[in-house]
């Protein structure tokens, strides 16, 4: 995630001060079943690679890549469409 955002941008500071907290929560839920949504979508950078999306990472925030936030149409586990609050 570090490395990602250094070459993309993005804000880290929120996705890594809720890493445990992401892995704790897809641990305990049946997600996507049991639905997540995140305050803020700049929270999500964890989330998105606990989904299937680690090997997209790097296309962060890129044309036709990974949103920064949230986004319904971009894995059945983004429930909600999130962005800056």
Aim: charged share 20%; aromatic share 8%; with cysteine.
């Amino acid at each position: 995630m570090i490395d990602a955002v250094s070459q993309t941008g993005g804000h880290l500071g929120a996705g890594l001060g809720v890493v445990e907290l992401t892995v704790a929560i897809h641990n305990v839920f049946n997600t996507p079943h049991d639905r997540l949504i995140w305050d803020v979508g700049h929270q999500c950078y964890p989330h998105k690679i606990l989904t299937g999306r680690r090997s997209r990472i790097r296309t962060l925030r890129q044309k036709d890549g990974l949103s920064g936030f949230t986004r319904r149409a971009e894995s059945e586990y983004d429930p909600f469409g999130a962005a800056h609050s």
